[in-house]
């Protein structure tokens, strides 16, 4: 029983370079979403994705893009990350009122 | 802008004793308001969640309290135990269709200590 799976783990970057961050779930759910953890911000929504084939931005988008492949996957892209991007960043699905998230990513930007 | 206010933002509490975890929102059309549990180097997981139409509920050693009129609410952990030691968010959330707009509180680091 997966749940919702997020890869990688960890991830070191350099300031400029760009990466995907991976999630899938396994519970059929419609929605899903991507939030950043940072001390003392509690969990800030960045993008979600309502349906499949349907994204919207949410309170902190700027620096990110998405894609949802299907109903099970949704990627974040980091196109030139910054030292501002170092968080740990959480996948999470939904069927309705309830969100199941994944363990994280916990990434660096030097 | 915050629309969920949690406090406080650290709390510290004996072993055996009562945790209180409070939480303020501003939106009135949420209508459903979980509590999420996230242990260290995991992700939140629900721990219970309550609708605005009663103004209780308990589940084991934990309890929500509800005031509507206040737009307050709060988690109550009775006989805390070092194992209840996590961050707690609160959150509220709302909307039509399959779709729930999730608003999250800041957080509050527990620690119990024996």
């Known amino acids: 029983n997966a749940g919702v799976t997020q890869t990688p783990k960890f991830q070191v970057l350099k300031t400029g370079q760009s990466m995907t961050l991976q999630c899938a779930q396994d519970?059929?759910?419609?929605?899903m979403y991507w939030y950043r953890q940072d001390p003392g911000m509690g969990l800030r929504l960045i993008y979600y994705?309502?349906?499949?084939?349907?994204?919207d931005k949410g309170e902190v988008p700027n620096g990110y893009n998405v894609s949802r492949l299907n109903k099970r996957e949704f990627s974040l892209r980091l196109e030139s990350a910054a030292p501002s991007q170092t968080s740990v960043y959480f996948c999470?699905?939904?069927?309705?009122?309830?969100?199941?998230f994944g363990a994280g990513t916990r990434l660096s930007v030097l | 802008q915050q629309q969920v206010k949690q406090s406080p933002q650290s709390l510290i509490v004996q072993k055996g004793g009562i945790s209180i975890i409070n939480c303020a929102y501003e939106?009135?059309?949420?209508?459903?308001f979980p509590w999420y549990q996230q242990f260290p180097g995991k992700g939140p997981a629900l721990l219970i969640a309550?609708?605005?139409?009663?103004s209780e509920k308990k589940e084991g050693r934990f309890t929500i309290s509800f005031n509507k009129s206040a737009k307050q609410f709060s988690l109550h952990i009775m006989d805390s135990q070092p194992g209840d030691s996590a961050t707690y968010f609160c959150?509220?959330?709302?909307?039509?269709?399959?779709?729930?707009?999730?608003?999250f509180g800041t957080g509050t680091k527990l620690q119990v200590i024996p």
């Open positions: 999470a699905s939904s069927p309705k009122n309830i969100q199941y």
């Open positions: 519970m059929n759910h419609n929605s």
């Open positions: 994705s309502a349906s499949e084939g349907t994204t």
């Open positions: 939106n009135t059309a949420f209508d459903y």
């Open positions: 309550i609708r605005p139409d009663v």
């Open positions: 959150a509220a959330s709302g909307g039509s269709g399959g779709y729930q707009k999730v608003t």
